[in-house]
């Protein structure tokens, strides 16, 4: 089932083969800065509601549909004339420094305010998570800023075989990862694949709603994924190791196909 995407999406031109190049460029190193409030995040909010949450891996998936949705969004800029989209600058100045995500949660009336703060609602199979515009920390909106980063998680579920052609995000097992670090890790390597692949290929996946599986990888399954990455057929989030893994640490593996 394809996901259902609430942005903006230009499959055709010149305008996604830009936005494409951001993302196959790679992203800047730039210091943080000392005020921690003017530290840069794409933040990502998580709908888990309280009576029928969703399953861990569908609303993983969504979290990094969603991601790369709003990074290959036509409001991200330039459109297909070459004009800067309204949320550029902004987009532009995260991925030049270094790319940071929080993901927070929210249910019932939270979840619908969230809505109108600028940004990407994706929905897979029910789950439904949304990545806004990055900003400064120190800036977020209220609606956004008052939800909580901890506190709730999802088990881990078996969601079947992946369908055929579908790109499949492996998350390191081992390493128990909460829902909310894992969102994160994954709209990372959401990015890092499409901007692995040819524009063409982009595009495909851009027409298909940048559909993708989540899976966990075990010991075994990881130590292949891991080679795979050394034979350059794969890219890896290796995070920073500011909250729950060591710095360094792999924490998803994408084939490249």
């Known amino acids: 089932m394809t996901p259902a995407v609430d942005g903006h999406v230009t499959q055709t031109g010149d305008g996604f083969a830009a936005r494409h190049a951001v993302l196959a460029a790679g992203y800047g190193s730039r210091p943080d800065p000392t005020d921690p409030g ?26 990094a549909s969603a991601t790369v949705a709003l990074c290959l969004d036509d409001r991200v800029g330039p459109d297909a004339d070459g004009a800067p989209g309204p949320w550029q600058h902004a987009f532009r100045e995260w991925t030049d420094a270094r790319i940071r995500k929080v993901a927070r949660r929210a249910r019932g009336a939270q979840w619908f305010a969230a809505q109108d703060v600028d940004g990407v609602t994706v929905d897979v199979e029910g789950a439904q998570a949304r990545a806004f515009v990055p900003g400064r920390v120190g800036d977020l909106d209220p609606r956004i800023k008052k939800l909580q980063i901890g506190g709730t998680d999802l088990d881990h579920d078996a969601p079947g075989p992946v369908p055929d052609g579908v790109p499949t995000l492996w998350v390191n097992a081992s390493l128990g990862m909460t829902v909310g670090k894992a969102a994160a890790q994954v709209g990372h390597a959401s990015m890092l694949l499409a901007g692995a692949m040819p524009v063409d290929r982009a595009l495909s996946w851009a027409a298909d709603g940048y559909r993708c599986a989540v899976r966990d990888a075990d010991e075994k399954a990881w130590a292949a994924l891991c080679d ?30």
């Open 38 to 63: 003017q530290v840069l995040a794409m933040p990502i909010v998580l709908h888990i509601p309280k009576a029928d949450p969703p399953a861990r891996s569908a609303l993983l998936a969504a979290a």
């Open 228 to 257: 795979e990455v050394a034979a350059g057929r794969a890219i890896a989030v290796r995070d920073a190791g500011f909250t729950e893994v060591a710095p360094g640490s792999m924490t998803v593996i994408a084939p490249v196909r």
